[in-house]
T-cell receptor, first 114, second 114 residues
Framework: AQSVTQLGSHVSVSEGALVLLRCNYS??????LFWYVQYPNQGLQLLLK??????LVKGINGFEAEFKKSETSFHLTKPSAHMSDAAEYFCAVSGSGGYNKLIFGAGTRLAVHP | SQTIHQWPATLVQPVGSPLSLECTVEGTSNPNLYWYRQAAGRGLQLLFY??????ISSEVPQNLSASRPQDRQFILSSKKLLLSDSGFYLC?????????????FGSGTRLTVV
């Protein structure tokens, strides 16, 4: 079985500061890992994903995440926050092979202050 | 390219009234289809998923039901709405066989039961 823990339901940063959103996962099989972003009253948009290969994954809007198997983590970062980054972010995990449901974390709401 | 349509965008319904939310996918065949609910201040809860026409799996016991009358159509229904059914409902699809590519979400339906 897979599970996801997102540390911090709310994160606040200043514009231009580093963004770090934490995600730890549990999986009995090699995981596929995802980060999604949700703007108010909208659906979820895929930011980036890790399936296999390079452990540092780059996504849209300047975000990136690093898969660390030893730490069972997949933290999301962005060097410099923009006001437009304010949204809710969801980490998700799925097992590899065959049909598997995507299991989402509880989400982290990112606020960006001027 | 693939697109997913979800309607209506917002809905206000009285307690005890029926519900029908529709989701259609274009540009793909045999997708896996999902219904999620997002209650205020809470994460994403998987309600139903479907791997084919007429094949519905329920994740949680509830007042809702789902149907898949056509390959790319997924319907969420209720005979009598409860106040607790209020929330943001999201439809999603993924490629058959596994979510390696991630899920693609619709724009959501905001349901308020009054």
């Amino acid at each position: 079985a897979q599970s996801v823990t997102q540390l911090g339901s709310h994160v606040s940063v200043s514009e231009g500061a580093l963004v770090l959103l934490r995600c730890n996962y549990s999986s009995s099989v090699p995981p596929y890992l995802f980060w999604y972003v949700q703007y108010p009253n909208q659906g979820l948009q895929l930011l980036l994903k890790y399936t296999t290969g390079a452990t540092l994954v780059k996504g849209i809007n300047g975000f990136e995440a690093e898969f660390k198997k030893s730490e069972t983590s997949f933290h999301l970062t962005k060097p410099s926050a923009h006001m437009s980054d304010a949204a809710e972010y969801f980490c998700a995990v799925s097992g590899s092979g065959g049909y598997n449901k995507l299991i989402f974390g509880a989400g982290t709401r990112l606020a960006v202050h001027p | 390219s693939q697109t997913i349509h979800q309607w209506p965008a917002t809905l206000v319904q009285p307690v005890g009234s029926p519900l029908s939310l529709e989701c259609t996918v274009e540009g793909t065949s045999n997708p896996n289809l999902y219904w999620y609910r997002q209650a205020a201040g809470r994460g994403l809860q998987l309600l139903f998923y479907s791997v084919g026409i007429g094949q519905i799996s329920s994740e949680v016991p509830q007042n809702l039901s789902a149907s898949r009358p056509q390959d790319r159509q997924f319907i969420l229904s209720s005979k009598k709405l409860l106040l607790s059914d209020s929330g943001f409902y999201l439809c999603a699809w993924s490629e058959l066989g596994g979510p390696e590519g991630g899920y693609t979400f619709g724009s959501g339906t905001r349901l308020t039961v009054v």
